[in-house]
């Protein structure tokens, strides 16, 4: 089992990474294939095309831990405070419901600093731009195809992206899985939404009385946020940045149309919203067809072992549940099913 793929370079991904590396050291050489150009799944950073731009989220916007999870993962999410990369979120958010004296937390240098510092601590090689096609086994190996042609060859992966594209893949997978596997897959369900990013020039002043609001009166957008002031990351002579999510059922009425016709729409009810907004310097538009998981598989313990020998397993929060704390727990749910294969643990 020495050689391990982790297909995705979203949160799950690379904590699975980062704890693999941490627990197994030299055990195991990891390798982390993404599809995208970038890393940081749906807790994606987008940078303006101008440096002087701030930054925005596209995906998540905030980090929620219930009381049971922040002393569960006390020690990740110490770890994480005490490298900047996490900190109180202090900000007004209209229509913010805070439950259960849950704590929210903000990444001043993005949601993607989270991917990026467990992938950089795992020591994995990471390789953009592999969209993995298909499956195959070989023996005690996996052979991983991908889409650009040719294939590698794997002693054990972990698949990390949405359900959906798991089932779609070509080889030995569909057949590898069990009636009962396959319909627990069938039973997830994802939520769908548009993600807009507008920058602005460092002279541009929004004049909102919040960093967020939630919107509850509008059919088309859900969620508004100054980004960077949300993030406690405003930076003399950088514009702000202003992130718009669609409702959910917007999404799914245009899931099937291109971003580039969707958005004028979303901008047109933007000016509803916020009538004045001046123009921005550049709009980016953003397509999450997988968003959130609205119904994960039940009662799974974080992932799903599709095969022993050699090692294939499906992990995220369709096994858990959709946020931080849900991918935490399903990555410590992946490094015991290795620790037990290697003798660390007991089964």
């Not at 994606?44 to 219930?66: E, F, N």
């Not at 020690?75 to 900190?87: I, N, R, V």
């Not at 997830?188 to 602005?200: G, I, K, P």
């Not at 514009?239 to 016709?261: A, I, M, N, W, Y």
């Amino acid at each position: 089992m020495s050689r391990v793929l982790i297909v995705g370079a979203g949160i799950t991904g690379s904590l699975c990474a980062c704890l693999l590396r941490r627990e197994l050291q030299n055990r195991v050489q990891i390798v982390v294939w993404d599809k995208a150009r970038g890393t940081g799944g749906r807790m994606s950073t987008s940078r303006p095309p101008d440096s002087s731009c701030q930054s925005a989220d596209l995906g998540a916007q905030y980090i929620t831990a219930t009381p049971a999870y922040a002393k569960k993962h006390h020690s990740m999410y110490s770890e994480l405070q005490t490298s900047g990369l996490l900190t109180p979120l202090r900000a007004p958010i209209e229509g913010l419901q805070q439950k259960d004296d849950s704590q929210n937390f903000v990444t001043p240098l993005g949601m993607s600093s989270l991917v990026k510092y467990f992938l950089s601590n795992s020591g994995a090689e990471l390789f953009l731009e592999h969209h993995v096609t298909g499956l195959f086994r070989r023996g005690a190996s996996w052979e991983v195809h991908k889409k650009t042609g040719g294939c590698d060859t794997f002693d054990a992966v972990v698949l990390t992206m949405p359900v959906p594209q798991v089932l779609q893949l070509e080889g030995d997978v569909p057949s590898l899985l069990s009636v009962h596997q396959r319909e627990q897959l069938d039973t997830v369900v994802y939520s769908s939404r548009f993600a807009v990013a507008l920058f602005f020039s460092p002279d541009v002043d929004l004049k909102v009385p919040w960093s967020a609001r939630y919107v509850t009166d509008n059919p088309v957008i859900r969620y508004i946020a100054v980004d960077d002031h949300k993030r406690n990351a405003v930076v003399k002579g950088r514009g702000p940045s202003l992130v718009v999510h669609t409702s959910v059922p917007f999404g799914l009425e245009h899931l099937e149309q291109d971003k580039e016709e969707v958005q004028p729409i979303i901008l047109q009810e933007l000016q509803k919203l916020l009538p004045g907004l001046p123009p921005a310097a550049s709009v980016k538009c953003q397509k999450w067809r997988y968003s959130q998981v609205l119904t994960a598989v039940p009662d799974s313990p974080g992932h799903m072992t599709v095969l022993d020998q050699p090692l294939l397993i499906c992990a995220g929060d369709a096994f858990s549940h959709s946020n931080f704390d849900g991918c935490v727990e399903s990555a410590l749910s992946v490094l015991q099913v290795f620790k037990t294969k290697l003798g660390l643990s007991p089964p």
